[in-house]
């Protein structure tokens, strides 16, 4: 019996790939993921932000350059460029292939894919691309607060499933569950003044969520004990560290 390389549990019989037949199973729906919803989605937002034509003054009655997203342009070469790398895997010619072909014949031979020696590097690499991507597809009400780069100190924003995020700063990969360990400590030095309602929508924008109906429980029942009133009627001065902290235990 031997571990599969990519989540290293035991696996019988062992795979030619060093892949669990979990791992091959969501390595595969990851391939169909990018060519068919990611990627054409990149290429449309693109396009719907470039336009053409003249933005502004310009005397010689030229057109104005186009305010392409560079940030979607190189999610976009990040992926096609794993794309050609599988292709070519498969028969040297298809390196050169444009994206959607070389993604038909990625999905046009799965047996070869999945039987690559390679295919454990080539899956992780894949879902690095996938999260960096969904981050950038997903509307930004949705993304929530991870908490800050060890490295360059940048904001890590990501969705509230993610288990891993990049720094958009210094490009740095960080472990969700330890970014998040970190924020909550550091929330214990935030705090705002609001009523319950303001509170319960300032941790939502990190990922926590809780009613107001609950926090106005808590400080009636005396367990806000760092919550102080103001002078305005239902305000107080919440500390979120304590909140996240309650909230933990009550769930």
């Known amino acids: ?113 999945l039987a690559m020696s390679t295919a454990a590097d080539d899956y992780a690499n894949l879902q690095h691309i996938i999260r960096r991507n969904e981050q950038a597809l997903t509307p930004e009400a949705e993304l929530i607060i991870l908490g800050t780069c060890q490295n360059c100190h940048s904001m890590l924003t990501g969705t509230p499933e993610a288990e891993s995020v990049t720094c958009q700063g210094c490009h740095m990969e960080w472990a969700v569950p330890a970014i998040k360990a970190a924020r909550d400590e550091r929330l214990w030095q935030i705090q705002i003044t609001g009523t319950p309602s303001d509170a319960a929508k300032e941790l939502k924008r990190y990922g926590l969520t809780v009613s107001r109906n609950l926090i106005s429980q808590w400080l009636k029942r005396g367990k806000l004990s760092h919550a102080t009133p103001t002078e305005h009627k239902r305000q107080y001065t919440f500390n979120l560290g304590e909140l996240a902290a309650l909230l933990d235990c009550h769930r």
Do not use: F
């Open 1 to 113: 019996m031997t571990d599969c390389q990519h989540c290293h549990k035991p696996m019988k019989p062992a795979a030619a790939n060093m892949l669990c037949a979990n791992c091959r199973e969501t390595y595969w729906k990851l391939i169909h993921q990018l060519g068919h919803v990611q990627l054409p989605t990149l290429r449309s937002i693109m396009l719907r932000q470039a336009h053409i034509g003249p933005t502004g003054h310009t005397p010689n009655k030229g057109n104005a350059p186009l305010p392409i997203d560079t940030h979607a342009q190189d999610l976009i070469a990040e992926s096609e460029a794993w794309l050609a790398e599988q292709a070519g895997k498969i028969r040297a010619a298809y390196a050169a292939y444009d994206w959607r072909k070389a993604w038909y014949a990625i999905i046009s031979n799965k047996h070869t894919i």
